[in-house]
Every structure is written in structure tokens, then in C-alpha cells.
Nanobody, 124 residues
Framework: VQLQASGGGLVQPGGSLRLSCRAS????????MGWYRQTPGKQRALVAD???????NYADSVKGRFTISMDNARNTVYLQMNRLKPEDTAVYYC???????????????????WGQGTLVTVSS
């Protein structure tokens, strides 16, 4: 199973970006997917996540500006980031909690996965 993230880049304050992350492999179903971010010297912190049923959770600092959504058919999660601020600058990591097919007999196991990180820079 792999998570492939994309969409980072340089944007001016007040601008927008959309991050995407697709999970691929022997996935039985998605339990949840989300985005975390990390800056130098700080721990990775939750930005937003979304459950298979659609329930969402946001960090207080992004509420009202960021929107997380999921395309269940494509095992893909999106993070629409609006009204970006310099303090949103970070490496953003995709996270997924998946039920995967673990053996040739079809046994299922729950595992957590991380994407490779994509840099978002908010600067004028």
C-alpha cells in the first residue's frame, strides 16, 4: 500500500492551494484519511481528518479556511486550503487508516500509512 500526495507549492498570503493524496494497493476499505503538518523543531500535528462515513475533524487554526473531502471510490483525500497564512507554511503529510488484504487467504488487517510529505510555503 502506498500513499501518493501532491499539490504543494509556493503561494502568496491569502491565496489557495489544494492537496491531494491517493491510496493504492490491496485496500479493502478506508477507515479514515487525513492531513498532518510539521515545521522544523516541532512535532507533526493534525490539520484535518475525515472518516469513511464523512465525519470531519479540524485543527482550530484552520477551521473556516480549510476543507477536507474524500472520494471513496478513488481512495483519495483532498485538502482545500483557502485564505492561507504564512504560519500555514509546513511540510504536509497525508495519513490513512486502512483495512488492507494482508494475506493470500484474504485476511484483513488494519494499518496506518503515511505519505511522503509535500511542502507548502506561504510567502510574499
Amino acid at each position: 500500500v502506498q500513499l501518493q500526495a501532491s499539490g504543494g507549492g509556493l503561494v502568496q498570503p491569502g491565496g489557495s492551494l489544494r492537496l491531494s493524496c491517493r491510496a493504492s494497493g490491496t485496500i479493502f476499505n478506508v477507515i479514515s484519511m487525513g492531513w498532518y503538518r510539521q515545521t522544523p523543531g516541532k512535532q507533526r500535528a493534525l490539520v484535518a481528518d475525515i472518516m469513511d462515513g464523512g465525519d470531519t475533524n479540524y485543527a482550530d487554526s484552520v477551521k473556516g479556511r480549510f476543507t477536507i473531502s474524500m472520494d471513496n471510490a478513488r481512495n483519495t483525500v483532498y485538502l482545500q486550503m483557502n485564505r492561507l497564512k504564512p504560519e500555514d507554511t509546513a511540510v504536509y503529510y497525508c495519513n490513512a487508516d486502512l483495512m488492507v488484504v494482508a494475506t493470500s487467504l484474504g485476511d484483513l488487517e488494519e494499518h496506518e500509512y503515511w505519505g511522503q510529505g509535500t511542502l507548502v510555503t506561504v510567502s510574499s
